[in-house]
């Protein structure tokens, strides 16, 4: 075998930034594809969903809708739709606990693109921005891909879109003829095929204190994982720790004992969001809902001794695969 054919079967490593985050993607290259134009492929695709959904561009088809008028219609490019629509039907599966326009609490809580100073905002401005928040406000209309402003919705996407856009970038290396590889963007991840030595995509389930690996590893090949953490993104506000997981019911942030959620789907847009969704919905809550949705669901959470595992029946038979 040629050295430019021993080159084409290793795992090649491209990477980028994207959504205020990095894209990490590992491909098997096919002959006849440089890894120029993957590339850029690659990230014409991230740019995409980054110019349609970011609530950090004034600019965006998101930000538009935003800040629109009370009462009106307006198109949305159809990834957004798309996005959008997956949402809503999580948010009424999940009686709201996951709720795309939790955007004004979100940011209320110093989480968002509105920057404060991290501190717990007063009981009567929780009250005032939770008159804001209401999946069920936002109507769409499927045949003409056009939302609704009913007045001061502001949607927050951020919890599904990246896991919407590694299934586009999956889509689109899989059109021009790679058939391995594994997507990273934000923390999701999705794989395919195997690698040149015919073993799968494998990866090792982050320990929420980001010390070490929980013994963990699960394969990707044919499908994707999102883990949602209090870790990633919190802080401290007198003698209490705030997570930016925000409860749309409720209007404050998790209490509960979750460390960390992951979830494995066959779609990475399937996945992310429903990380913050059985994060609010915590350990009792959100495992009932996983199993009586056959959902692989991996629950980490502050024990009294160190962190406690629980886990869906489905992903006790995932780590078996």
């Given at each position: 075998m040629s050295a430019q054919s021993h080159a084409r079967l290793a795992v090649q490593h491209l990477h980028g930034e994207t959504m205020g985050t990095t894209w990490?993607?590992?491909v098997v290259v096919p002959a006849g594809v440089s890894l120029h134009d993957l590339q850029a492929g690659i990230q014409r695709c991230l740019d995409l969903v980054d110019r349609q959904m970011s609530t950090y561009k004034p600019h965006s088809d998101l930000s538009r809708f935003n800040t629109a008028p009370a009462g009106t219609w307006h198109p949305l490019p159809s990834a957004c739709f798309t996005v959008l629509a997956h949402a809503l039907k999580l948010a009424r599966d999940t009686g709201g606990a996951y709720d795309p326009t939790v955007g004004p609490l979100v940011n209320l809580w110093g989480f968002g693109p509105d920057a404060r100073t991290h501190r717990a905002p007063s009981g009567q401005v929780i009250v005032d921005a939770r008159a804001r928040i209401g999946w069920w406000k936002v109507k769409l209309d499927a045949t003409t891909?056009?939302?609704?402003?009913?007045?001061?919705?502001?949607?927050?996407?951020?919890?599904?879109?990246?896991?919407?856009?590694?299934?586009?970038v999956g889509a689109w290396l899989d059109e021009v003829g790679v058939t391995a590889w594994l997507i990273e963007v934000g923390g999701e991840l999705k794989g395919k095929g195997m690698k040149p030595d015919g073993s799968p995509w494998r990866i090792g389930i982050e320990r929420p204190d980001a010390t070490e690996q929980l013994d963990r590893i699960v394969s990707l090949s044919g499908r994707a994982i999102a883990t949602s953490?209090?870790?990633?993104?919190?802080?401290?506000?007198?003698?209490?720790?705030?997570s930016h997981h925000i409860d749309p019911r409720s209007g404050y942030p998790v209490p509960h004992t979750v460390a960390s959620v992951s979830i494995l789907a066959t779609q990475a847009m399937t996945a992310d969001p429903l990380g913050t969704a059985l994060t609010v919905l915590g350990p009792e809550h959100g495992l009932a809902y996983a199993r009586e949705r056959n959902l692989a669901v991996l629950f980490v959470l502050h024990g009294e001794h160190g962190f406690e595992e629980r886990m869906s029946p489905a992903f006790v038979e995932a780590l078996r695969a």
């Open positions: 990490s993607v590992r891909e056009m939302a609704f402003q009913p007045g001061g919705i502001y949607l927050d996407l951020s919890s599904v879109a990246k896991g919407y856009s590694v299934d586009l953490g209090d870790y990633r993104r919190s802080y401290d506000s007198g003698d209490a720790t705030y």
